[in-house]
């Protein structure tokens, strides 16, 4: 679903997993951008340039081959106090602007989605930078902050904030700077000797969905977190789905995408425009609906709800946009579209019954899915599999009513379609179905009778007496 005009297309399973808690982010260099900092590759040329010294011809086939943390430690190897000169020089390198238009939006964007409605947060960075600890000045949040190598468990009683490669005080002191994973090195202890890295980053693959963001699909760091969740994969483990937004240039978009999969990650891709204009407007869009709960379902469906809905190709897809806030469980969304005056057009009504809904989208309805993925389900906004709370009893003899009950976004639903009962396109509908209503929608329809013109009356009252049938 896209949060913005032309922005990625970002996975119902995501969003649903993200309002249930489950769905962590895992941030990289590309948040910072706006702040003027730059990803390792720039991080490692820009080394060479504040110590005054060039690329070796082994450290510039390292840099050429995007091995940033092998040229890191080649020259930390190579200069007198090299380890502590080249971890002083990324500190005054990662000093970041924060007089930048948008400085710090996006973290502050980030801090609010990592925030569960339980108060908890859970959110992640191998940035080294403070531009989160500004944000969390900025917006007087209380968040724990851990960093390595002492790292928590992240388990579902896990709170805070985690810098997984160190982070960088206002005067890193000679121990701070050791312990940042920066040289291949530093990573080689992290992921593979040591291994606290690949241990967090395993328990973390295991209870969480993660999504990767400001990572491009060459990082050093991206590598050695796959590896380590390959390794995991060797031994039987079966970890969650693992997203990650990722751009693409003009006429790049299915090549980027299967180098992405071929990772065993399902990206979430965006065009390169303007610094990564649309990943960065989808972050803030979303933390701006995601704090504001029922309100910013309401107010998508406020906004475009109104308007007969776009055409395919408008390249906003707003559709998707309005079926995702009217499937709120709360209903509340629906409700709103129910009593909008003047009320949404009836063409909405061929987008709630179309069956866009797959396997994958069971749990946003209630309904808790099989492991394995039924690939010939479908199923639409007002024709859906039911949860146990309202599914009828199965049963040698069934009672008078085996109908399902109604949630209150079906109720809400059909208060809206009351207002087109004079569109002969609803009847036709409903007579292609089979001609037999819910009885709940049944006595809804029977009590707007005297708001019916007479020849769609009569009509009405046909169906109601189970006159109307499709024809076998």
Known sequence: MQLIKNGPEIPETLLQAHEEGRAVFFCGAGISYPAGLPGFKGLATALYDDLGTSPTEIE??????????????????????????????????LTPDLTRPHAIETHEALLTLSRNRKGQYR??????????????????????????PRLPVPKHRWDGLVYVHGLLSEAATSRELDCLVLSSGDFGLAYLIERWAARFVSELFRNFIV???????????????????AADRLLGETPSEVFAFGSYSKGSKDR???????????????????????????????AEIYRDGILGKERIIVRHASARPPTVGSGDDVISRVLWALGDSTGLPAKRFAELDPPPA??????????????????????????GDDQNL?????????????????????????????DTVMFQIARWLLKHLNDPKLILWAAAQGGSLHPDFARLVASQMSTISPPMQSLWRLMLAGRIKRRT
């Open 378 to 406: 479908t199923f639409s906004l007002i024709s859906r599999p039911t949860p146990y709370s309202r599914a009828p009893l199965m049963a040698l003899i069934e009672g008078n009513d085996p109908y399902p009950r109604w």
């Open 256 to 286: 980027t995408a299967n180098e992405w999969k071929a990772k065993n990650v399902s990206p979430i891709l965006y065009q390169e425009h303007r610094h990564h204009f649309y990943l960065h407007q989808t972050l803030r869009t979303w």
């Open 123 to 148: 959110l992640i960075t191998t940035n080294f930078d403070r531009i989160f600890e500004h944000a969390i000045r900025q917006l007087h949040l209380e968040v724990s902050t851990s960093h390595a």
């Open 211 to 229: 999504c990767f963001v400001g990572y491009s699909i060459d990082d050093p760091v991206l590598r050695y977190m796959m590896d380590a969740l």
């Open 346 to 371: 009836f063409e909405w009504f061929d987008h709630l019954a179309s069956p866009r809904f797959r396997h994958h989208d069971l749990r946003r309805f209630g309904v808790q899915p099989n492991d």
């Open 60 to 93: 510039q086939a390292a840099l050429k081959r995007g091995q940033y943390d092998t040229a890191v430690g080649l020259l930390e190897g190579r200069i007198v106090g090299g380890r502590e000169l080249v971890r002083t020089a990324a500190s005054r390198i």
